[in-house]
């Protein structure tokens, strides 16, 4: 193995969106691993529309990246070096690894991987944080009954993907909202929502939200929140009595964009919670990691057996990490947004 | 007894604050009680911001008042006629009769109070819908815990009054704001607010912020919803991980304000539940009456023996409802609202 490696750093912060300067490829050394420590050479790393915040010197669940520092990622790969008994080299592990070609990390932050149990790459997506985001979601704050109707956007993203076909099991009406004609069909034919409408076709939300009440005559009982802006706007006036609204990321948001919701004000929020008696409540999964063991003894099996789907879209080096980052940000991407890095 | 009596009626649609114009007052001809109907000669109305709401043609929690409608109250009284068997003549009754002098409901809407137990009067505030309000929403979605703290407007109102009163008991920093000087006097000195911030002294939002921070030196645990706007904006960024809002009101908003509060946007709220996973929840009282025994227990005997502080503001005669009702809106009462009909 060479003793070098590549890493790509927060070269300076983006406003709005990230271009390719806010990005630098860089090599160095492999480093070492001290005491209870594992090196990894990684195999693929994950992109997610979260670390687009972490590039924000804003105050969040979690602190920014600094300039100059590695951009966060969780990572799969194999064991090359171990100072920890628990690792040996040749197994394959999960970790924040951060966007690099080889990590080292203390043996307690890394997950054991099992490569007979389906694609390592499983790891970063239906059975990793995204989807464990949408079981734990779903389940704890959405509350999903049998009859109810349900409303998620990035139909075809792991969470979204998750959670269609979750509730869909659960007896639930689903309808997907997603960027463009081939997602949508993707969203019917391959994840089972009932209804899947293209975002990109309305010009605004009240447009949106026509062809959404079609598609929700009962209303919604359920929206669970990874967009914000238009769908938001469209989504809340045909909320039911009632409803619940888990929100995990707000990707229209990011970047300090306001959006084009003009009309999606802070008292349209507020008096939709008070007169629908709205359960409102924003997670991160990071603060969840506990439920990793039960939603992978619940879904584990499913995803191995086929029943639930699950899509990846891969790139292709870690050089190409922050041109598939600014696309994933756009919807660029067609499932699960994967970098291979060997 | 007379057989007219009077009533207040809508006569038109406000556009923002309401005006005297928008309310009539007409003499009628006392109703007769029919079968299992009792007759009420009312003793004191309640004067509640929700009411606004009513005058509005908009979808809500409940149907808006028709035009020529009696306007929508709480009221006591005494029993002056029944087809009931579960009420006699002299009996003191709680019902929603409007905003009228005389009044006839099925006996099975009635609550029968025993004047023995303090003031007829309580029955619309500290140990009425206001006091259940607070008691409820304080308890099922702000779920207070010692050391916490609790941000309420409208300190000196029944509703706020009763939070703090009871958050304060359980243990937690309870920092009030209400409108003036004397408003903060006797949040302090009656109601045992360890703070209390006059927000007309503020010229906006991040004024209010300020020294909102500086009396919630561990930040803002629960803040309990029942006026949005300016208060709202200053409050969200003091908002703890993990904090609750439970939203009751929103008196700033109503009458179809935008509110000056242009700086609180859809994504300030959206990005506050999300990155502090707040739990943000709606709810109005009359969906849980079923909690008014457990209610009337807990809080009954504490109001009796003086350990719950109460205040009214009582304006005198159904013609001066519509004024008193008016002045609600902006403030200008000093403790629970009512009117005297008697």
């Not at 969780?74 to 924040?96: H, I, K, L, R, Y």
């Not at 970063?124 to 999903?144: A, I």
């Not at 139909?155 to 998750?162: C, W």
């Not at 026509?210 to 769908?231: H, Q, R, S, T, W």
Request: glycine content about 12%.
């Amino acid at each position: 193995m060479s003793d070098q490696m590549q890493r790509i750093t927060l070269a300076s912060r983006p406003t709005g969106a990230p271009s390719a300067e806010n990005f630098s490829l860089e090599t160095c050394a492999v480093p070492t691993p001290g005491p209870d420590e594992v090196l990894v050479k990684l195999h693929y790393m994950s992109l997610d529309p979260y670390m687009r915040g972490r590039m924000d010197d804003a105050k969040s669940y979690a602190a920014p990246v600094p300039i100059g520092g590695t951009m966060e990622a969780g990572a799969v790969g194999e064991v090359v070096a171990s100072n920890s008994p628990a690792f040996q080299p040749g197994d394959f592990v999960f970790g924040m690894f951060g966007w690099v070609s080889h990590g080292r990390l203390p043996a307690n932050q890394l997950q054991k991987l099992d490569p007979n149990h389906g694609p390592i790459t499983a790891a970063l997506g239906v059975l990793g944080m995204p989807g464990l985001t949408g079981w734990h979601g779903l389940n704890e704050y959405g509350k999903p009954k049998a009859g109810e109707t349900l409303v998620v956007a990035a139909a075809t993203g792991p969470v979204g993907s998750m959670v269609g076909q979750l509730a869909k099991r659960a007896g639930l009406r689903t309808v997907g909202i997603a960027g463009g004609a081939e997602k949508c069909a993707l969203a019917v034919d391959r994840f089972g929502f009932d209804a899947c409408l293209d975002h990109r076709a309305y010009k605004d939300a009240s447009a949106l939200r026509k062809d959404l009440g079609a598609a929700c005559p009962n209303g919604i009982d359920i929206y669970f929140e990874n967009v914000g802006g238009k769908v938001l706007e469209a989504v809340l006036p045909l909320m039911n009595s009632y409803g619940r609204i888990p929100v995990c990321g707000m990707i229209s948001y990011y970047g300090g964009a306001k959006g084009a919701d003009a009309d999606l004000t802070a008292p349209m929020i507020w008096r939709n919670v008070l007169v629908k008696f709205l359960s409102v409540q924003g997670f991160i999964i990071m603060n969840h990691f506990d439920r990793y063991p039960a939603f992978q003894k619940d879904v584990g099996p499913l995803v191995a057996n086929g029943e639930i789907q699950f899509l990846e879209d891969i790139a292709i080096g870690l050089e190409n990490a922050p041109a598939a980052f600014m696309a994933l940000l756009k919807g660029g991407n067609m499932g699960k947004q994967i970098v291979k890095l060997v």
